[in-house]
């Protein structure tokens, strides 16, 4: 389920915002965690670090994937017996 709502925080003078209790529900951060700023232009997302780490890391590996021509399981299970059997 999509959920679509605003909300708004003060700058404080070191540049610090509070997120706002729904937004880190949202995003899924508590205490600790770490949240990434990806800016396009003059728009602004913010998302959990680790959540967008993983985000990129699937995009790379589709991009191998792509580059290899692995779209099936099979593909991935030929693509392994060919590596094992180049180091022996």
């Known amino acids: 389920m999509q959920t ?3 909300d708004s925080a003060k700058v404080m003078s070191k540049g610090q915002v509070t997120i706002p209790k729904e937004v ?6 508590q205490s600790g965690d770490k949240v990434t700023f990806v800016v396009k232009g003059k728009t602004v997302r913010v998302m ?4 967008y780490a993983m985000r990129l890391l699937q ?13 099936a399981e099979e593909d991935v299970a030929s693509l392994i017996s060919s ?4 180091r022996q």
């Open 83 to 86: 590596v094992r059997s180049e």
């Open 4 to 6: 679509t709502f605003a």
């Open 59 to 71: 995009q790379d590996m589709s991009e191998v994937a792509d580059r290899l021509g692995v779209e």
């Open 48 to 51: 959990n670090s680790a959540s």
């Open 24 to 29: 880190r529900k949202v995003l899924g951060v």
